[in-house]
């Protein structure tokens, strides 16, 4: 069984990705990093950024929330949380998140990291140049349905302001 090793890393030394659900995911911890223990990773958002209704069924997902404010929809309970807020989704239990204010940048810790596979495929690394692409669900959807860890059940429940 794979172990889990030493990391020490500071600002700016994650790996950026665009994620194409939106938003710039910085990897700080990897799955081969932890023997498959977890994921840690850093998801700066802007306004509007949702996520289709989905879960993972074999993973549980906290998200705390380091700057801005999200609605959060955990089953049938939503709530809006801002800074120093976090939340708990169970493994398979149906969720999604709205971004509310201009900007939003949450840590996100999966337990296993089998996810990983699903977040790196539905990716790709930011250039040098800083830019990024465009939001692109049909190659989120394909990266769940080839890797597994996320499975989209159904549009965002949140209704456009």
């Not at 998200?63 to 120093?84: D, F, M, Q």
């Not at 495929?121 to 140049?129: F, H, K, L, M, P």
């Amino acid at each position: 069984m794979p172990t889990a090793v030493p990391i020490i890393r500071t600002v700016n030394e994650g790996e950026r990705r665009w994620f194409f659900g939106g938003g710039v995911h910085t990897w700080l911890v990897r799955a081969e990093e932890t023997g498959g223990a977890f994921i840690l990773f850093e998801d700066l958002m802007t306004r509007d950024k949702m996520t289709p209704l989905h879960c993972h069924p074999d993973v549980e997902e906290t998200v705390y929330v380091l700057e801005g404010e999200i609605r959060i929809r955990i089953g049938e309970s939503e709530r809006v949380v801002g800074r120093g807020g976090a939340s708990l989704v169970p493994r398979g239990t149906p969720h999604a998140l709205l971004v509310t204010s201009e900007v939003a940048r949450v840590l996100t810790w999966q337990s296993p990291g089998t996810a990983e596979r699903f977040y790196r495929a539905a990716s790709e690394a930011i250039g040098a140049d800083g830019e990024h692409g465009d939001v692109d669900f049909a190659r989120v959807r394909a990266s769940a349905e080839e890797n597994g860890g996320t499975q989209i059940l159904g549009p965002p429940p949140f209704i456009p302001a």
